[in-house]
């Protein structure tokens, strides 16, 4: 039984700060885990994640702006989001990759957190 909790969402302005965190149980090895985000009329994209090798990956329109850590102690990923802009507005969804016995990595969605930029 997988279960991710996510934490963090809500009301910033821009140019403002937020942190979201997601925390994973259930799995014994995971292979990856991020951060993923949807806007309205838009396709879910990669927002950044990190891998069991500690590499990480961002989308270029948050380089240098959002920063994504890893707790392994207590299998949480932390996104911290600087500098949000309008354009960060969206659904933020947590994102875990477990592998599972005769398959490749399954994976799993928190149930979707609401960031809004707005002054």
């Known amino acids: 039984q997988v279960r991710l909790v996510e934490s963090g969402g809500g009301l910033v302005q821009p140019g403002g700060s937020l942190r979201l965190s997601c925390a994973v149980s259930g799995c014994e090895f995971i292979n990856e885990m991020g951060w993923y985000r949807q806007a309205p009329r838009k396709q879910r994209e990669l927002v950044a994640a990190v891998t069991s090798d500690g590499s990480t990956n961002y989308a270029d329109s948050v380089k240098g702006r959002f920063t994504i850590s890893r707790d392994y102690a207590v299998n949480t990923v932390n996104l911290q989001m600087n500098s949000v802009e309008a354009e960060d507005t969206a659904v933020y969804y947590c994102?875990?990759?477990?592998?599972?016995?005769?398959?490749?990595?399954?994976?799993?969605w928190g149930q979707g957190i609401q960031v809004v930029v707005s002054s």
């Open positions: 994102n875990v990759k477990c592998p599972t016995s005769g398959a490749t990595a399954t994976d799993y």
